[in-house]
């Protein structure tokens, strides 16, 4: 699921004096780390960029998947809390309190949230309610939430938010700023009907919606006033676009995840939208839209892209790292499929074997060899997100949530 976005492209946009961000999907800009790698922390890419992301994505599909993750690994995380509650996508010292120069944001933080929010303990629970809270404090007038606080409202930002409200037992409608909530912000990016039923990233400089499968992913799952915790199957039911509903956020959802349907009908995947790349499938697109269409249409409306990305992701998951694997995994769980027979593949076990050995595990026997597999994978290959991060800086407008996405294109 997604949502979904790094600090790479912020960074890149500060260089180019851009004003619009290029966000990306968890990128790494080297395919060597620059900082050490914590003992604690899932993958061995540079975590500058998507440090926080990649962990809270690998807890939650772990709690999801009956893992126990070891205790070091959910310390890291909460070490790279701010006091106020926030969270930056990295920081290389957190024992540091943060200033004005550590550059948090609402993507990091609610996915934080989320992971925390299933840490077992009353204490982690409070830690998950106090990003929320900061959340909270920088909602945007019109109900929703940009990348970085005051920014511009998207589609992505929101509904990953929408999802840590959920986590943590709150319910995203009554979260209300000038009496828009959260649901509102994403009612004003969804396309009509007549234009696919798809949601918008974020209107262009003139107010023209633009339909963005990434965003459209995003926001169903968001509509449905859901998490990556909590995303589950409904009941098999036909997906159509139904304007004289669009008010209704269930309806709303149904119809992104109509268009979703339409542009998977015919090869099961979702394309890249990243220059030069346009014919290429675009994996965590794809798991996400799985997401969106189990939990409007049932597992039947997943069904097809769901065997296509049994058939096709492994090579994909195994070069990506952590966060690849854990949207399989959060993907196949949301569809009603067993993350441990994906494929022929134990996504579970390939998974912990990224990062610390779990407290409690129930996987393949192998997994020191799967970990040594991944460690020679993302030291030794030329990782995904090393690809779209330079993609982001090469194509300023680039954005993401997994994946790295154009944020302003039709794909």
């Not at 009941?235 to 109509?258: F, M, R």
């Not at 009908?265 to 499938?281: C, I, R, T, W």
């Not at 058939?311 to 690849?324: C, L, T, V, Y």
Request: with cysteine.
């Amino acid at each position: 699921m997604n949502v979904r976005r790094s600090a790479a492209a912020l960074a890149a946009t500060a260089v180019i004096g851009l004003a619009t961000p290029a966000l990306a999907a968890s990128p790494s800009p080297s395919p060597s780390p620059s900082v050490a790698i914590p003992s604690g922390l899932y993958g061995t890419s540079d975590p500058t960029y998507d440090g926080v992301w990649r962990q809270s994505l690998a807890l939650v599909a772990q709690y999801r998947s009956d893992v126990e993750p070891a205790e070091k690994a959910v310390d890291w995380l909460l070490g790279q809390q701010c006091a106020n509650g926030a969270f930056a996508a990295f920081r290389a010292e957190p024992a540091q309190d943060c200033d004005a120069k550590v550059m948090v944001d609402t993507n990091s933080t609610a996915a934080a949230a989320q992971a925390l929010s299933l840490a077992g303990d009353g204490d982690r629970m409070d830690d998950a309610v106090k990003a929320v809270t900061w959340l909270k404090s920088v909602q945007n007038k019109d109900g929703g939430w940009g990348y970085t606080p005051g920014g511009a409202s998207d589609a992505n930002s929101t509904s990953v938010v929408i999802g840590a409200l959920n986590a943590v037992g709150q319910d995203p409608g009554t979260a209300v700023k000038d009496g828009k909530s959260p649901y509102d912000a994403l009612r004003e990016l969804a396309l009509s009907c007549a234009d696919g039923g798809a949601f918008a990233y974020q209107p262009d400089k003139k107010g023209k919606l633009a339909a963005n499968a990434d965003a459209t992913a995003a926001a169903v799952v968001g509509m449905k006033g859901m998490s990556m915790v909590s995303a589950k199957a409904a009941d098999d039911t036909e997906l159509a676009c139904a304007t004289a509903k669009a008010s209704d956020p269930g309806q709303s959802a149904a119809n992104g995840a109509s268009y979703l349907a339409g542009e998977m009908a015919k090869d099961g995947h979702l394309v890249s939208a990243l220059p030069g790349a346009e014919d290429q499938p675009d994996y965590g697109n794809t798991a996400d839209a799985v997401v969106a269409l189990a939990v409007t249409g049932g597992p039947e409306a997943a069904r097809k892209p769901l065997a296509w990305l049994e058939e096709n992701s492994a090579d994909w998951a195994k070069q990506s790292g952590p966060a690849a694997y854990a949207q399989l995994i959060l993907a196949a769980e949301a569809a009603g499929a067993d993350p441990r027979d994906f494929g022929g593949a134990n996504l579970v076990s390939q998974l912990n074997a990224t990062g610390p050995e779990p407290r409690t595990q129930t996987g393949s026997s192998d997994a020191s060899e799967e970990k040594k597999d991944e460690e020679k994978d993302e030291d030794g290959g030329v990782s995904v997100w090393w690809i779209i991060g330079v993609g982001a800086v090469a194509g300023i407008g680039v954005g993401f949530l997994i994946s790295g996405r154009n944020k302003g294109q039709r794909q």
